[in-house]
């Protein structure tokens, strides 16, 4: 099993930025991936960021060149460094992590709200 914990969420006024951080704990030599999904009210969850254990990373098009995705993986932590925000962005975030030989994500965190105001 491998637990995740989100933290960093807030309110945040257009052009501002935030830092998530997902700890993770448990079975983690069993993780192959981790990223971040957002769900916004009325929407399905979407995809944000990826990245793998090799380092490979993927951004959603609506928040390239915005937000940065990291792993310390000393720290067993992914991060995801917000900038420029704008209040299309104001969702419900969530850490997600994907095990070795699994192709869907697994495992998730409880979720973080960021709310970006106008």
């Known amino acids: 099993q491998v637990q995740l914990v989100e933290s960093g969420g807030g309110l945040v006024q257009a052009g501002g930025s935030l830092r998530l951080s997902c700890a993770a704990s448990?079975?983690?030599?069993?993780?192959?991936?981790m990223g971040w999904y957002r769900q916004a009210p009325g929407k399905q969850r979407e995809v944000v960021a990826l990245?793998?254990?090799?380092?490979?990373?993927n951004y959603a098009d609506s928040v390239k060149g915005r937000f940065t995705i990291s792993r310390d993986n000393a720290k067993n932590t992914v991060y995801l460094q917000m900038n420029s925000l704008k209040p299309d962005d104001t969702a419900v975030y969530y850490c997600?992590?994907?095990?070795?030989?699994?192709?869907?994500?697994?495992?998730w965190g409880q979720g973080t709200q960021v709310t970006v105001s106008s």
């Open positions: 997600a992590a994907r095990r070795v030989n699994y192709r869907d994500y697994g495992y």
């Open positions: 448990g079975n983690i030599l069993s993780i192959a991936s």
């Open positions: 990245i793998g254990s090799g380092g490979g990373i």
